[in-house]
């Protein structure tokens, strides 16, 4: 089996972020109830005509520079011509002919080795109604038809599952930072269809499709499942046939939809209810230089700040908590600090609330004072976690909270002078730590934590204790 190679292609319809259609003015929101925002175009009512949403055109020359491919300049729509119920016109906008990106590519990082996988081609099209299929009736939810999609094709570069999924956590990231889409493949937002086949030759084997896998790590186990059954087919001396299947996370198998007999003739011809498309270098300039601040910025940014790169690559994957800790790049604070604080007890808070730091009472002043009260000791973590609470959920002021649990703030001299006490009073102990016995050391940092009840940062007290033992 494993003379057999695996190669794997990938389209993925990734939806727009705009505030309204790609060929109407209804909302984009297909997500709230069902066939509430919807107008007669979106319908296909005879006679009405599609207006492009110049918002569209800006999100997808955004992805194309963010996936390093080249922008077509002259553009046309086209028809796709085919009958099904999700489609009121009987045909889809897309762009068959003209896609505004092409020759691109993601770079992947494989077991410490770059590597490129190809982008075929960026287009831009309509999205369908959504059908949900309930007992023996199918229900169609118009809010999804006419919301814009960029669907981005790649070449057949991967060569594993775990290359796949590697291109898809990429591919998410990049279009998360450029503002393109939500990538909430959750929500179906982002959606994948994989192609698999296996041959023994460097000719390809019959494509398999596998179609809109629910997840990222799904769309690996689908892969494997896949591949095991295309060799295992192949092997017995069974022939493959293209065909289009499904994944099905119980059995972990993939399951038959239908069989390709012959080629979709889709009688693409350009659209004529929408004007060529005309791009200057002064517009597509406009619009890159107007990007957000890129994951790959943010990234070697926090690396510099001297965060460590497991907790940089928990930050990128996560854009509300990136984005927050972006608002104190040029405050006067320790980032590495405030990012452990962010991904720790506050990540942890803001999950079991289902809330976000600005609908809390933990504003950026408290944030500061917190982060900045740590770094220099004045607050162990202890303490923190102990209000961590009433720093959510009240107004007052850091000092008032702990005043409020009986917690007092200590300077170094108090707690230097505590230290001494404790040393003076147990000079048999000092006596056996000189000795060589440093177990001892713990006794002496558990009588300072209890003298101070609790209160005392521990990394100070071993320093100061060390110094004090040392004279």
Known sequence: MSEYKTTVGIEVHAELKTNTKIFSSSCNGYANMANTHVNVVDLGYPGTLPTLNAEVIVKAIRASHVLNC??????HFDRKNYFYPDLPKGYQITQARTPIGVDG???IEVDGTKKKIGIHDIHIEEDTCKSIHYNNSSLLDFNRAGVPLVEIVTKPDMSSSKEAVLYLEKLRELLLYADVSDCKIEEGSMRCDVNVSVS???VLGTRIE???IGSISNVGL???SEVKRQIELLESGNTLHEETRRYDEKSNTTVLMRVKETGNDYRYFPEADIP?????DTYIDNVIQHLPMLSSTRREIYLKRGI????VDKIIQNRKISDYLNRYLDKNINLVMASNLLLGDIASYLNKNSTSMDETCFNEEKFIQVVNMLDKGDMSSKIFKEILNDLFESNESIDNLLNKHGISKMSDDDLKAIIKNIIDNNQDNVTQYKSGNERILKYFVGQVMKETKGSADPVLVNKYLLEELSK
């Open 200 to 202: 023994k030759s460097s």
């Open 70 to 75: 080249k922008i077509n300049k002259k553009m």
């Open 105 to 107: 590519y993601v770079e």
């Open 276 to 280: 060529y498309v005309i791009l200057d």
């Open 222 to 224: 689908a892969i494997d």
């Open 308 to 311: 460590n790169p497991v907790n």
């Open 210 to 212: 596998i179609k809109n």
